[in-house]
């Protein structure tokens, strides 16, 4: 593995793989352990041009747990506010002889021109409406090790199914391991590629909730509806009614169901604060906890593979 662009194409064995040593990574870290020589003399540039609260702290987490040098670059302060063009920033990164380049980009398949283009190893931090693989990877780690499974579970995915890369990037990882993947959203939330995706429609959230084993619950992406989210969504008290998970609609699961959210979340508006805070039910927090894992496993892979180094 030279990058990782996309989830889709990934194979059962190198996605399993990932997440066997994203395991050890978790152990490790609970042990109060780190590898710091992994990555020492590597450096790591985190290139955001969108906002991140979890996924940038966490490469930079994973990549100082390794070892590595990580720097973030604030693209808000950077010469991409002059008029840098993309293919330009890239250039500039690659006299620095960066070794791992993590990039967000509101644009679909900018880390795949990035990656024709740089000698580093390029992870996508999540680009536009297309994937974010990191993302995909640390969710089923979390399912894998609450369920012990990936095989045969039913997994709901719910809302804004159209503009999420969280969606698509676990769309592909969960029916490339054998998991049941429902899509539950108002008809203009749901992509027209969804049947050719392999996975069950719903506009019901009672109907496609029924019997799940794993609801993942998705923000409201209004900063990708274009010229606003009227036309695509009622108000946020009505969507909540519909759409937001709460009690009742999650009564509609298996009764050991599992909630799950990538965050930000919007209290309210699809998630009600008291199944987003249920130790019971909720997974939130372990979500996050295994993001790190999950990019240490990343780094380190690629890092083996022969990232630039
Ligand atoms: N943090 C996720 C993403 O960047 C989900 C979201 O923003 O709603 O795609």
Same mark, same amino acid.
């Given at each position: 593995m030279r990058h990782l662009l996309a989830i889709e194409g990934l194979h059962p064995p190198q996605i399993g793989q990932l997440l066997d040593l994203a395991e050890s990574y978790v152990l490790l870290t609970r042990s109060g352990k780190t590898q710091r020589d992994l990555l020492r003399g590597r450096t790591?540039?985190?290139?955001?041009?969108?906002?991140?609260?979890?996924?940038?702290?966490?490469?930079?987490?994973?990549?100082?747990?390794?070892?590595? &040098?990580v720097i973030n670059m604030s693209v808000s302060t950077s010469?991409? #506010?002059k008029g840098e063009t993309l293919l330009d920033t890239a250039a500039t990164l690659n006299a620095m002889h960066c070794d791992l380049l993590v990039v967000r980009h509101g644009q679909s398949g900018a880390p795949n021109l990035l990656a024709q283009k740089v000698d580093a190893a390029v992870i996508n931090a999540g =680009?536009?409406?297309?994937?974010? !693989?990191?993302?995909?990877?640390? &969710?089923?780690?979390?399912?894998? %090790?609450?369920k012990g499974r990936l095989e045969g579970l039913t997994v709901a995915i719910c809302g804004d199914i159209a503009h999420s890369r969280v969606a698509r990037s676990n769309i592909h990882l969960l029916s490339t391991m054998g998991s049941r993947v429902r899509v539950i959203g108002p008809p203009t939330?749901?992509?027209?590629?969804?049947? %050719?995706?392999?996975?069950?429609?719903?506009?019901?959230? #009672? +109907?496609?909730?029924?019997?799940? =084993?794993? $609801?993942?619950?998705?923000?409201?992406?209004?900063?990708?509806?274009?010229?606003?989210?009227?036309?695509? $969504? !009622?108000?946020?008290?009505?969507?909540?009614?519909?759409?937001?998970?709460d009690a009742?609609?999650?009564?509609?699961?298996? !009764?050991? +169901?599992?909630?799950?959210?990538?965050? !930000?979340?919007?209290?309210?508006?699809?998630? &009600?604060?008291?199944?987003?805070?249920?130790?019971?039910?909720?997974?939130?927090?372990?979500?996050?906890?295994?993001?790190? +894992?999950?990019?240490? +496993?990343?780094?380190?892979?690629?890092?083996?593979?022969g990232a630039n180094g």
């Open positions: 790591l540039i985190n290139l955001f041009f969108e906002d991140s609260t979890r996924t940038r702290t966490s490469f930079e987490l994973a990549g100082k747990r390794l070892g590595a &040098d010469s991409v #506010n =680009d536009g409406t297309h994937e974010h !693989p990191t993302q995909a990877l640390l &969710d089923a780690l979390t399912i894998r %090790r609450r939330l749901i992509p027209a590629e969804a049947g %050719r995706l392999g996975v069950e429609v719903f506009h019901d959230m #009672n +109907a496609g909730l029924a019997g799940a =084993d794993i $609801v993942m619950m998705l923000r409201l992406q209004r900063e990708r509806m274009g010229g606003g989210s009227g036309g695509l $969504v !009622p108000s946020a008290r009505e969507y909540f009614r519909f759409w937001g998970l009742a609609k999650l009564a509609r699961t298996k !009764p050991d +169901a599992l909630v799950m959210h990538p965050g !930000p979340m919007n209290r309210g508006v699809e998630i &009600d604060s008291a199944v987003a805070d249920d130790p019971a039910r909720s997974v939130i927090r372990e979500q996050v906890e295994m993001g790190v +894992a999950v990019r240490m +496993a990343v780094l380190d892979t690629l890092a083996r593979s």
